[in-house]
């Protein structure tokens, strides 16, 4: 599992069983597209708690898209002002503004498969 920025997150692997047990996360997300490549690829799961208020720059946010169809967007922090965060995908060249009030979720970690 890929160790988070800021979050900690306990876990633990139980090769007799084949089970991964992963405490304090409030939601899964299969990772979908290319934006978030090398580290994000399509079908890894990304473990998530929900947002409290707090960001720091470099965290992995999930978003509802401000178009109508409100799609999760999962992409990286790059700044924060008062109100909103600059986000952008890894693999993207431009970063986006979005609300702090589109934010749901922080990601805690990813399992890559």
């Not at 990304?46 to 999930?62: A, S």
């Not at 799609?71 to 790059?78: A, D, G, K, P, Q």
């Amino acid at each position: 599992m890929q160790a988070a920025r800021v979050e900690d997150v306990e876990w633990y692997y139980t090769n007799a069983t084949n089970t991964l047990t992963v405490f304090d996360v409030t939601g899964v997300m299969a990772a979908r597209g290319s934006s978030m490549r090398p580290g994000v690829w399509t079908g890894n799961t990304c473990f998530l708690r929900n947002f409290t208020g707090e960001l720091g720059e470099g965290q992995m946010i999930v978003y509802a898209d401000a178009d109508a169809d409100a799609t999760l967007i999962m992409h990286r922090v790059e700044a924060i002002y008062p109100g909103y965060v600059l986000a952008r995908g890894d693999n993207n060249q431009e970063a986006e503004r979005v609300l702090i009030s589109q934010v749901r979720d922080v990601v805690v970690g990813c399992l890559y498969s």
